[in-house]
Protein backbone atom coordinates (compact mmCIF):
# COMPACT_ATOMS: atom_id res chain seq x y z
CA UNK A 1 0.00 0.00 0.00
CA UNK A 2 1.22 3.33 -1.20
CA UNK A 3 1.82 5.99 1.79
CA UNK A 4 1.47 8.80 -0.73
CA UNK A 5 -2.11 10.90 0.05
CA UNK A 6 -3.33 10.96 -3.37
CA UNK A 7 -5.24 14.23 -2.55
CA UNK A 8 -1.94 16.42 -2.57
CA UNK A 9 -0.20 17.03 -4.86
CA UNK A 10 3.68 17.15 -5.41
CA UNK A 11 3.82 20.60 -2.94
CA UNK A 12 1.24 19.39 -0.86
CA UNK A 13 -1.66 20.93 -1.90
CA UNK A 14 -5.37 19.48 -2.14
CA UNK A 15 -6.67 18.50 -5.43
CA UNK A 16 -9.46 16.17 -6.79
CA UNK A 17 -7.82 13.04 -8.22
CA UNK A 18 -7.99 12.69 -11.81
CA UNK A 19 -9.92 9.58 -12.01
CA UNK A 20 -10.60 9.97 -15.84
CA UNK A 21 -8.51 6.80 -16.76
CA UNK A 22 -10.48 4.39 -14.72
CA UNK A 23 -12.45 2.17 -15.79
CA UNK A 24 -16.66 2.35 -15.20
CA UNK A 25 -17.77 -0.37 -12.77
CA UNK A 26 -20.47 -1.05 -10.57
CA UNK A 27 -19.98 0.53 -7.19
CA UNK A 28 -22.04 0.50 -4.07
CA UNK A 29 -21.06 1.04 -0.52
CA UNK A 30 -23.36 0.85 2.72
CA UNK A 31 -22.96 2.77 5.87
CA UNK A 32 -24.57 3.21 9.18
CA UNK A 33 -24.86 5.38 12.41
CA UNK A 34 -27.24 5.69 15.40
CA UNK A 35 -29.19 8.20 17.30
CA UNK A 36 -29.07 7.82 20.76
CA UNK A 37 -32.13 9.62 22.16
CA UNK A 38 -34.62 9.52 25.64
CA UNK A 39 -37.36 6.92 26.22
CA UNK A 40 -39.85 9.50 25.62
CA UNK A 41 -38.70 10.70 22.00
CA UNK A 42 -39.73 6.73 21.15
CA UNK A 43 -42.70 6.98 22.82
CA UNK A 44 -43.61 10.43 21.07
CA UNK A 45 -42.23 9.12 17.60
CA UNK A 46 -44.73 6.03 17.73
CA UNK A 47 -47.84 8.32 19.28
CA UNK A 48 -47.37 10.44 16.27
CA UNK A 49 -46.65 13.34 18.66
CA UNK A 50 -43.48 15.02 17.94
CA UNK A 51 -43.63 18.82 17.93
CA UNK A 52 -42.25 18.71 14.29
CA UNK A 53 -43.99 16.14 13.08
CA UNK A 54 -42.74 12.54 11.90
CA UNK A 55 -39.05 12.66 12.49
CA UNK A 56 -38.51 9.58 10.37
CA UNK A 57 -40.06 10.22 7.16
CA UNK A 58 -38.30 14.05 7.62
CA UNK A 59 -34.45 12.06 7.95
CA UNK A 60 -34.93 9.50 5.33
CA UNK A 61 -35.77 12.49 2.65
CA UNK A 62 -32.83 14.29 3.80
CA UNK A 63 -30.63 10.79 3.80
CA UNK A 64 -31.71 10.85 0.33
CA UNK A 65 -31.18 14.38 -0.47
CA UNK A 66 -27.33 14.33 1.01
CA UNK A 67 -26.44 11.62 -1.13
CA UNK A 68 -27.25 13.07 -4.01
CA UNK A 69 -24.88 16.70 -2.79
CA UNK A 70 -22.05 14.75 -0.95
CA UNK A 71 -19.68 16.45 -3.78
CA UNK A 72 -21.00 20.14 -2.73
CA UNK A 73 -20.69 19.12 0.98
CA UNK A 74 -17.17 17.42 1.09
CA UNK A 75 -14.62 19.25 -0.84
CA UNK A 76 -12.81 16.38 -2.28
CA UNK A 77 -15.09 14.06 -3.10
CA UNK A 78 -16.02 13.23 -6.73
CA UNK A 79 -18.99 13.63 -8.29
CA UNK A 80 -20.16 10.69 -9.00
CA UNK A 81 -23.89 9.49 -10.91
CA UNK A 82 -25.68 8.53 -7.91
CA UNK A 83 -28.22 5.58 -9.43
CA UNK A 84 -29.83 4.13 -6.41
CA UNK A 85 -29.69 5.19 -2.70
CA UNK A 86 -32.09 3.10 0.09
CA UNK A 87 -32.39 4.28 3.57
CA UNK A 88 -33.80 2.60 7.02
CA UNK A 89 -34.23 4.24 9.88
CA UNK A 90 -35.23 2.11 12.32
CA UNK A 91 -36.35 2.53 16.29
CA UNK A 92 -34.25 0.53 18.32
CA UNK A 93 -35.14 0.03 22.15
CA UNK A 94 -32.33 -2.21 24.18
CA UNK A 95 -30.29 -2.14 27.18
CA UNK A 96 -27.43 -0.94 24.64
CA UNK A 97 -29.41 1.43 23.01
CA UNK A 98 -32.65 3.69 22.96
CA UNK A 99 -32.58 5.65 19.74
CA UNK A 100 -32.73 4.87 16.08
CA UNK A 101 -29.84 2.79 13.72
CA UNK A 102 -30.47 4.10 10.32
CA UNK A 103 -28.47 2.38 7.42
CA UNK A 104 -28.17 3.18 3.98
CA UNK A 105 -27.06 1.62 1.00
CA UNK A 106 -25.68 3.83 -2.44
CA UNK A 107 -24.87 2.19 -5.67
CA UNK A 108 -23.55 3.73 -9.02
CA UNK A 109 -21.91 3.02 -12.05
CA UNK A 110 -18.93 5.29 -12.32
CA UNK A 111 -15.27 5.50 -12.11
CA UNK A 112 -14.66 6.05 -8.28
CA UNK A 113 -16.23 5.33 -4.77
CA UNK A 114 -19.70 5.93 -3.24
CA UNK A 115 -18.17 5.61 0.17
CA UNK A 116 -18.52 9.05 1.25
CA UNK A 117 -22.32 9.50 -0.37
CA UNK A 118 -23.09 6.44 1.76
CA UNK A 119 -21.47 8.19 5.27
CA UNK A 120 -22.91 11.60 4.19
CA UNK A 121 -26.59 10.11 3.73
CA UNK A 122 -26.20 8.45 7.33
CA UNK A 123 -24.85 11.67 8.99
CA UNK A 124 -27.45 13.75 7.47
CA UNK A 125 -30.21 11.73 7.95
CA UNK A 126 -29.01 11.39 11.90
CA UNK A 127 -28.59 15.26 12.06
CA UNK A 128 -32.06 15.97 10.64
CA UNK A 129 -33.23 13.27 13.12
CA UNK A 130 -31.63 15.42 16.10
CA UNK A 131 -32.95 18.87 14.59
CA UNK A 132 -36.38 17.19 14.58
CA UNK A 133 -36.71 15.47 17.75
CA UNK A 134 -34.31 18.43 20.01
CA UNK A 135 -37.43 19.77 21.49
CA UNK A 136 -38.18 16.49 23.50
CA UNK A 137 -35.04 15.76 24.03
CA UNK A 138 -31.46 18.14 24.16
CA UNK A 139 -29.25 14.93 25.04
CA UNK A 140 -29.59 13.63 21.85
CA UNK A 141 -25.98 12.52 20.42
CA UNK A 142 -25.52 10.85 16.59
CA UNK A 143 -23.00 8.35 16.88
CA UNK A 144 -21.14 5.61 15.31
CA UNK A 145 -21.54 6.74 11.45
CA UNK A 146 -18.79 4.17 9.82
CA UNK A 147 -18.80 2.43 6.06
CA UNK A 148 -19.74 -1.06 6.80
CA UNK A 149 -19.25 -2.32 2.97
CA UNK A 150 -18.27 -1.71 -0.10
CA UNK A 151 -18.16 -3.19 -3.69
CA UNK A 152 -16.59 -2.32 -6.55
CA UNK A 153 -13.28 -0.99 -7.94
CA UNK A 154 -10.17 -1.70 -8.24
CA UNK A 155 -9.96 -2.47 -4.11
CA UNK A 156 -12.71 -4.96 -4.66
CA UNK A 157 -15.25 -5.92 -1.73
CA UNK A 158 -14.56 -5.16 1.83
CA UNK A 159 -17.34 -5.38 4.76
CA UNK A 160 -16.58 -4.38 8.44
CA UNK A 161 -16.86 -7.85 9.66
CA UNK A 162 -13.99 -9.51 6.84
Known sequence: MSRRLTHLDDAGHARVVDVSAK?????QARAEGYVRCSPAVLELLAEGGLPKGDALAVARIAGLQAAKRTPDLVPLAHPVAVHAVEVEIVPVSTPELTGVHITAAVRTADRTGIE?????????????FVDMVKAVDKRTVLDGVRVTAKSGGRSGDWTVDG
Request: aromatic share 0%; charged share 10%; net charge neutral.
Open 116 to 128: MEALTCVAVAGLT
Open 23 to 27: PVTVR
